[in-house]
């Protein structure tokens, strides 16, 4: 999941500077090519996004059956969530 976060960091740095490069230029052709670089990258960001977001779906599912598996264990069920 880090490898993931990490990965989108790169990629909003990678669009800000795609940013910057298209405010000087004027071809259509180069506007195309930075559009679908631009294209990819969300692409890519949307999809780790949701890898990411399945995990944490996950590791929220396991602490609530943990907590319900473990009713008088308050201070493992809630270091759980907290981490």
Same mark, same amino acid.
Request: glycine share 8%; no cysteine; aromatic share 0%.
């Given at each position: &999941?880090?490898?993931? #976060? %990490?990965?989108?960091?790169?990629?909003?740095? /990678? $669009? %800000?500077?795609?940013?910057?490069?298209?405010?000087? =230029?004027?071809?259509?052709?180069? $506007?195309?090519? =930075? &559009? /679908?670089?631009?294209?990819? $990258?969300?692409? %890519?960001?949307?999809?780790?996004?949701? @890898?990411?977001?399945?995990? #944490?779906?996950? =590791? @929220?599912? #396991? +602490?609530?059956?943990?907590?319900?598996? +473990?009713?008088?264990?308050?201070? $493992?069920?809630?270091? /759980? =969530? +907290? #981490?």
């Amino acid at each position: &999941m880090l490898l993931g #976060l %990490e990965q989108i960091q790169k990629n909003v740095s /990678r $669009i %800000e500077k795609l940013k910057v490069k298209s405010r000087t =230029i004027a071809k259509e052709k180069d $506007i195309k090519e =930075i &559009m /679908r670089q631009l294209d990819g $990258i969300m692409s %890519e960001t949307t999809g780790k996004g949701g @890898k990411i977001k399945a995990a #944490l779906d996950n =590791i @929220k599912r #396991l +602490n609530e059956q943990h907590k319900q598996g +473990n009713k008088g264990q308050t201070a $493992i069920t809630q270091m /759980r =969530i +907290n #981490l």
